[in-house]
């Protein structure tokens, strides 16, 4: 929003390494605020849902820059392209009737609420990581699906700041960020972490190690 408003040209695309890498792109003129574009030339991209502009569905992309496969792995292969030639992406998005994109999670990351309602925690998580002092932050379920939110909160920031002081500069957040969710999304639980999260060599969170048991 920041970016629109002093006219900052810029765009945002969405793909993987799978498909070379682009799937979804659109000009800065033209790109919709929140979304990740529309299908790039020569990519055909579905998301499978009876309704995609309404509830959410896996984004599948055909198309000739998808790769052949994993080099001498045909199960992983099958796991990802269908028969038809459909590559599953694991990503959840929504389509507009103009064929924007908008991501909403990992479907391996997507939370049930006790009552049955999906949660992304990537979009929670956003929010958190957004306010200061939080550094970064994962949304996990906690159990009776309720969310706990685990905080790394910036050394620098608060590190004149007694335990104590963390945990309610860590309160103040979600009590922010919670006045902006669903009911059913609300933070229960917070814990403070010690350290960053352990991550892949992209930078990418290793979310599986702090999964509630």
């Known amino acids: 929003q920041f ?49 995609p502009e309404n509830i959410v569905g896996e984004i599948v992309c055909k198309g000739p820059n998808v790769m052949l496969g994993y080099y001498k792995n045909e199960e992983a292969t099958q796991e990802v392209i269908d028969k038809d030639g459909w590559l599953h992406t694991g990503d959840l998005a929504l389509m507009d009737a103009e064929g924007n994109v908008t991501i909403k999670g990992r479907s391996k990351n997507l939370l049930l609420s ?62 922010g960020v919670n006045a902006s969710l669903a009911a059913y999304e609300q933070i229960r639980d917070i814990e403070i972490m010690d350290s960053e999260f352990e991550k892949t060599p992209k930078r990418s969170i290793k979310r599986f190690l702090y999964l509630k048991q």
């Open 3 to 51: 970016l629109k408003m002093i006219d900052f040209p810029y765009t945002v695309g969405y793909g993987m390494t799978e498909c070379g890498p682009i799937i979804c792109y659109e000009d800065w003129t033209k790109f919709k605020p929140g979304s990740c574009g529309k299908a790039a030339p020569r990519m055909d991209v579905r998301i499978l849902s009876s309704d």
């Open 114 to 175: 006790a009552s049955g309602q999906n949660i992304y925690p990537e979009e929670i998580e956003a929010k958190l990581n957004a306010i200061a002092p939080v550094a970064e932050s994962l949304v996990v379920d906690g159990g009776d699906g309720h969310l706990v939110a685990l905080i790394y909160l910036d050394p620098e920031a608060t590190a004149d700041m007694t335990p104590d002081q963390k945990m309610e500069a860590a309160r103040a957040v979600v009590k």
